[in-house]
């Protein structure tokens, strides 16, 4: 008989270990054979006028895989819509998250649509519900079961609305330049605008903000004095790198900028009121209450003059939530910088991200 060497007696044992394995338990062996799927990302680039709250309000959708979370985007001003600069702005957040961008009531490509006409149901109670509506829609159009919210400053105050009423439809709040109670803004805004002007020896600006008076102000033309002085020292404080501010092509023909234009002034008259008794005066977000039922972020510029950080601060501090954390972002003011949407994206992948991932 032909001696078997070692070597070919263990090829021989593998051989039937082989076929025993596949006798026993073929459809794992078919895995082993079987190339695993992949699945492929399906970028989404999507605008159009979408009916909310009776009107069509104009919103952009955009990612580079429709499956990642859906970030719903809710601009200052009121009026001032992202749209036009959120390519810039927010370059490369596409990667982790969907994008959407929307012209509130009375801002950008909504008011074109409509033009001043909606003026009666211009409220902060009804674009709130907008907001609502349109999370509604997303969370039909893209499959999710909930969204987040990034609001900045009037956006704050939408937010803090929207998360209120129907926490179910979001994963997390974000906010940037979080507004609290504007006429406690106001008046805090003025003593430290005018402190910064004695500080400078400015008697220019320093007479023209005594001869106006502090807050509450009785008509909308003392507004733009505060303002111009207001913006200058703003300018003075912040050291941190600008956000991005390039206009999309799409919107940077003659027609949209005055239209854009025209959205904003439309909406500082209405909000603020000729007599500064508008709806915007009366915001007071303590007296919706201060308990949440999902995690909160707030961004606040450590020079901001407009949502003074002390304030912000002191409202944080009172709110209830799952979680929740402040972020001080050194040299900034009241519109982003750089440096404080790169802590935002950061604080979005690591934290916000997951949330909405494993659900």
């Known amino acids: 008989m032909t001696r078997i060497t070692r070597r070919a007696r263990w090829l021989f044992m593998a051989r039937i ?9 073929p459809a794992l062996a078919q895995q082993a054979t079987r190339p695993s799927h992949i699945r492929t990302p399906e970028p989404v680039k999507e605008e159009m006028f979408v009916r909310i709250g009776g009107i069509d309000q104009w919103i952009t959708i955009k990612g580079d895989d429709r499956s990642s979370p859906v970030l719903l985007f809710l601009h200052g001003g009121p009026g001032d819509a992202w749209s036009p600069f959120a390519d810039a702005m927010f370059a490369g957040w596409e990667k982790d998250f969907t994008l959407v961008q929307w012209d509130q009531r009375g ?6 649509k409509t033009g001043p006409s909606i003026e009666p149901t211009l409220t902060v109670e009804r674009m709130a519900k907008d907001g609502i509506e349109v999370a509604e829609f997303l969370t039909k159009h893209l499959d999710k079961k909930r969204i987040v919210i990034v609001g900045g400053s009037w956006g704050s105050i939408l937010g803090i609305h929207m998360v209120h009423a129907r926490p179910d439809l979001f994963y997390a709040y974000l906010s940037n330049a979080q507004l609290v109670n504007m006429r406690d803004e106001q008046s805090a805004s003025y003593a430290r605008v005018l ?5 400078a020896g400015d008697q220019p600006a320093t007479s023209a903000l005594t001869a106006i008076g502090p807050p509450p102000w009785d008509s909308l033309r003392k507004w733009p004095i505060f303002a111009k002085t207001k913006r200058a020292y703003q300018a003075k404080l912040v050291t941190a790198p600008p956000a991005p501010e390039k206009i999309s092509p799409e919107y940077a023909s003659p027609e949209e900028q005055k239209q854009y234009d025209a959205a904003e002034d439309f909406c500082a008259e209405h909000f603020f009121g000729l007599t500064m008794s508008g709806p ?9 209450g201060t308990e949440f039922a999902i995690p909160i972020y707030i961004f606040q510029g450590e020079q901001d003059l407009t949502a003074p950080p002390k ?3 002191a409202y944080f501090d009172s709110i209830k939530a799952p979680h929740k954390e402040f972020y001080l ?3 900034t003011g009241h519109e982003p910088s750089a440096t404080e949407l790169d802590m935002m994206l ?3 992948i690591d934290q916000v991200r997951p949330l909405a991932i494993q659900r």
């Open 346 to 348: 950061k604080v979005l």
């Open 17 to 25: 270990a082989g076929v025993g394995l596949s006798l026993a338990y």
């Open 329 to 331: 972002v050194p040299g």
């Open 195 to 199: 402190e910064l002007a004695r500080a």
């Open 311 to 313: 304030l912000a601060k």
């Open 107 to 112: 801002a950008g490509r909504t008011y074109g």
């Open 280 to 288: 915007l005066e009366l915001v007071d977000l303590p007296a919706l």
